[in-house]
């Protein structure tokens, strides 16, 4: 019971360590939290761990601006293995066709996390996409969005995927959402990794 409790512990560190280096571009740190084959699927990137933080320092030195914010977590922990479900908002600020905006998404980060020589970190993390929206900065402003290309994108992270868009990024269309057949997929791909076998 110690060593679950214990466990435990370290992987909501591990959680709240992603969310408070990667936001604050302490690199080094950010790097520590992936296992070496680690992989980061987002709306604009997919890959390597390795990769995503080379994209991400790009993205700061280019103004891109994505924070994150964690609420509570469920932790299904199987010996060295655990599936971490973490609510979160994801939030960017960024030029929606000449207004400056805040998109914030609601959401889950679904993680598969996994101890390797004493030390529990992620191997797979999945975002979960159950809404969003997007206000301008300035409430005074009026903003128009195409109405068209908006209803292009998947409705759990639909304004997130229009503002990067906007920036140049191409957004994946088949991301999990609050309900379908991708969310369904990945819990079972959860309930396949913690009963041992391989992603």
Sequence with gaps: MEKELIDRLAIRDLIENWAVWRDAGDWERF?????????????????????????????WKKGVSILHFLGGSSIDLAGDRAIVQTKMTISQRGDVQGVLCDVVCTGRFYDFVEKRDG?????????????????????????????????????????????????????????????????????????????????
């Design 119 to 199: 030390r529990w970190g992620v191997v797979l993390r999945q975002p979960i996409y159950e809404k969003d929206r997007v206000d301008p900065v300035d409430p005074s402003v009026r903003l128009e969005l195409d109405r068209k290309a908006l209803a292009e994108f998947p409705v759990g992270y639909r304004h997130l995927a229009y503002i990067q868009t906007q920036i140049g990024y191409t957004v994946k269309r088949d991301m999990p959402q609050l309900t379908g057949a991708e969310v369904e997929a990945l819990y079972a791909r959860g309930a396949q990794w913690l009963a041992g076998e391989k992603l």
């Design 31 to 59: 790097a520590t939290v992936w296992h070496d084959d680690g992989v980061m699927m987002a709306t604009w990137f997919q890959g390597p761990a390795r990769d995503f933080i080379r994209v991400t320092q790009e993205g």
